[in-house]
Antibody
Framework: QVQLVQSGAEVKKPGSSVKVSCKASGGTFSSYAISWVRQAPGQGLEWMGRIIPILGIANYAQKFQGRVTITADKSTSTAYMELSSLRSEDTAVYYC??????????????WGQGTMVTVSS | DIQMTQSPSSLSASVGDRVTITCRASQGISNYLAWFQQKPGKAPKSLIYAASSLQSGVPSKFSGSGSGTDFTLTISSLQPEDFATYYCQQYNSYPPTFGGGTKVEIK
């Protein structure tokens, strides 16, 4: 079964960028779609976007358009989420989640362990 | 965007109780609904997809039902490991959206 392992916690200054990785193992990376979901402290879950690695096609939530870039490296089975122009409100745990559905949204089945991103001056 | 409304936002229950959580979509989503369990400091865990299908390895005490706009998650006999926050999520259309969560606490 697929496992998703994310990169470690980050502390960033306002206005900077962060890039979080999500490495898949135990499955066929090219057969999945990977989404990114974030959770601010004490808050609920918010979908940011997704990528179909085999096609390299990404979709983004309107809220994050222009600030988020999701990419995938098939050679290392790793997906990336880069968020720019960071502000304090971006302080959150960022999760990657996989689904076996590529051409339609599909239900998430496996989640990464989460990456805490703290934005502070 | 489709709004997902969960009720109640929190509940207190005892070990052995039957617990039901409701999720309502602002428009019809067929059966494109999932349920997740999240414990403090942990990633969400997928429980149910397609409104009523259990993810692999999820015990049968969890069950889901509903279609269209109204859905329920039922835990047949609450155990200590079930105390957590539960979220519903629609994946009928972009963007996928989540309910606000239901925190299940020990009475």
């Amino acid at each position: 079964q697929v496992q998703l392992v994310q990169s470690g916690a980050e502390v960033k200054k306002p206005g900077s960028s962060v890039k979080v990785s999500c490495k898949a193992s135990g499955g066929t990376f090219s057969s999945y779609a990977i989404s990114w979901v974030r959770q601010a402290p004490g808050q609920g879950l918010e979908w940011m976007g997704r990528i179909i690695p085999i096609l390299g096609i990404a979709n983004y939530a309107q809220k994050f358009q222009g600030r988020v870039t999701i990419t995938a490296d098939k050679s290392t089975s790793t997906a990336y989420m880069e968020l720019s122009s960071l502000r304090s409100e971006d302080t959150a745990v960022y999760y990657c989640a996989s689904t076996g559905q590529q051409l339609v949204l599909g239900a998430f089945d496996i989640w990464g362990q989460g990456t805490m991103v703290t934005v502070s001056s | 965007d489709i709004q997902m409304t969960q009720s109640p936002s929190s509940l207190s229950a005892s070990v052995g109780d039957r617990v039901t959580i409701t999720c309502r979509a602002s428009q019809g989503i067929s059966n494109y609904l999932a349920w997740f369990q999240q414990k403090p400091g942990k990633a969400p865990k997928s429980l149910i997809y397609a409104a009523s299908s259990l993810q692999s390895g999820v015990p049968s005490k969890f069950s889901g039902s509903g279609s269209g706009t109204d859905f329920t998650l039922t835990i047949s006999s609450l155990q200590p490991e079930d105390f957590a926050t539960y979220y519903c999520q629609q994946y009928n259309s972009y963007p996928p959206t989540f309910g606000g969560g239901t925190k299940v606490e020990i009475k």
